[in-house]
């Protein structure tokens, strides 16, 4: 199919012969769907995919109007009569070989081929089911808009356009995969964007020599740093007013044809405390949930690997009669502290990753089997010490309140706990510098990770940690591409 796809064959004006062409590219599949049509003394043949067009808008508009006039043409021709008098439509393609005339079937066009004619007619009857536009389900708010992105690209366009309504806000379509042919949108807001970071953006975007792209994870990798990191600076949002306002910051949006969530470029780290109910709170109440989110983003990577190494080299710092009973506790476990901390971290990765796969309908059976199994049954026949569940449960909850951050933060609480039933509370030090360096160190449009606190930019402080009034910040623009070293 790639094959045929790529060979140009022009249109012969022989009606026959193009349209036996046309069926060659497809091979026999049993939903190409095609009709021939006498207009007169002139033969047309007309070919769609079923299920990918709108049968009903066809027959109304295309063959009922065929069907029906008298055959008279113009001396322009028959596309010309066609495209004049007969299709009341805006969007119409004309295609002048073979292949581009297969490709707009295969994206749910109708295709018109003419005696005489040696150019194909192409018009836009979608019809295929789509899912509608409902609440994002993995970033849940209180206050904000109810809508998310759907799998479709045009309805993702029109919920951006439909917040943005500027001629600055650009959007242009391209195509990737070799096979799949999918559609990806780059968006971004013409009077604030960087025209660097635009040009490495497309130059990334046109290296995807990609078979097939299916998602917008497909592409992410291209777009990501190119050293390795344990975090990415390609921010993921299936929110289109959190889309919009990164748009207004200078950043670029890609969407993907094919899933909700769409790709943000550059995002900081900084980015991933907030939420979008953090514009619609009071600002005092915006500073304690951020902080709370960082507070939280510590607890689940470095509680754990902390807790082993204050048990193991520094009993010391804990108050004896809160040491006593956890040494109590372990002592009576049969796996050594950091052994039984990796395991029943391991455990609720696993309870995790179930609950998320599972069937809704069964989704719970495994909560309350996690439940009795690591809580109750595990503690009371002596194989978890009840310290480290409180542990468990504590990193469980502040990882649920960051969830951007669960695959970094998922990785390095293993090594956390590592280092820490290993060298100590130095190792854990020496492990947070490295985290903090990494942090530092991605920089891959030119823009820092940790901007805008590293490099300080006392401009962007207006919406980093604290994020000021609306009446004092009013027409101020925060454009990432200031934040540059």
């Not at 599949?29 to 095609?34: A, G, K, L, R, T």
């Not at 943000?264 to 907030?274: A, M």
């Not at 204050?310 to 004896?320: K, N, R, S, T």
């Not at 069937?359 to 503690?379: E, F, K, M, Q, Y």
Request: aromatic share 8%; with cysteine.
């Amino acid at each position: 199919m790639d094959n045929h796809l790529n060979k140009k064959i022009p249109f012969t004006g022989n009606v026959t012969r193009d349209a036996d062409e046309i069926r060659n590219y497809f091979g026999g599949s049993f939903d190409v769907i095609s009709r021939e049509i006498l207009y007169g003394e002139i033969r047309i043949a007309v070919f769609m995919l079923d299920g990918m067009c709108d049968e009903i808008k066809i027959t109304e508009s295309v063959i009922k109007p065929l069907t029906d006039h008298d055959g008279k043409v113009n001396e322009n021709g028959i596309n010309e009569e066609i495209k004049t008098r007969l299709f009341k439509g805006v969007n119409m393609i004309s295609v002048t070989d073979i292949a581009d005339g297969a490709r707009n079937i295969i994206l749910g066009n109708l295709l018109i081929i003419a005696d005489g004619e040696k150019e194909a007619l192409a018009f836009p009857f979608q019809g295929f089911s789509k899912r509608a536009v409902t609440e994002p389900k993995s970033e849940q708010n209180e206050r904000g808009s109810q809508e998310g992105f759907t799998d479709n690209f045009k309805d993702n366009a029109t919920l951006l356009r439909r917040r943005l309504r500027t001629p600055e806000l650009i959007i242009k379509q391209i195509t990737l995969g070799k096979t799949s042919n999918t559609p990806v949108l780059i968006c971004y807001m013409k009077d604030r964007v960087s025209q660097e970071l635009l040009s490495s953006v497309k130059k990334r975007l046109d290296k995807t020599c990609l078979d097939a792209v299916l998602g917008s994870g497909y592409i992410r990798p291209f777009l990501d740093n190119r050293r390795p990191s344990f975090f990415t600076d390609t921010g993921i949002t299936e929110r289109p007013d959190t889309f919009s306002a990164k748009l207004l910051e200078g950043r670029i949006g890609i969407i993907c044809d094919g899933t909700p969530f769409a790709l943000i470029v550059p995002w900081l780290f900084i980015d991933y405390f907030h939420a979008v109910d953090d514009y619609l709170s009071s600002t005092y109440y915006a500073l304690f949930m951020r902080i709370l989110r960082i507070v939280c983003f510590i607890i689940a990577a470095i509680l754990p690997g902390a807790f082993v190494a204050i048990c193991l080299f520094h009993p010391e710092i804990m108050p004896a009669d809160i040491m006593y009973g956890i040494s109590a506790a372990t002592g009576k476990t049969p796996f050594p502290i950091m052994i039984e901390a990796l395991i029943i971290h391991f455990i609720y990765e696993i309870v995790r990753e179930a609950g998320l796969r599972m069937p809704r309908s069964v989704g719970h059976a495994v909560s309350i089997v996690g439940a009795l199994v690591i809580g109750d049954a595990a503690v009371t026949a002596g194989l978890i010490a009840a310290p480290m569940l409180i542990v468990v449960a504590l990193t469980a909850i502040s990882s649920s309140v960051i969830v951007k951050l669960h695959e970094p933060v998922a990785i390095l609480r293993f090594g956390f706990i590592i280092i820490g039933g290993f060298t100590g509370l130095y190792g854990i030090m020496l492990g947070m510098g490295i985290m903090l360096i990494d942090i530092c160190s991605v920089s891959p449009y030119g823009i820092p990770f940790s901007a805008p606190m590293s490099p300080f930019v006392l401009r962007a402080q207006t919406d980093a940690l604290i994020r000021r009034s609306w009446s004092k910040v009013r027409d101020r623009k925060n454009l990432v591409g200031e934040m540059k070293f």
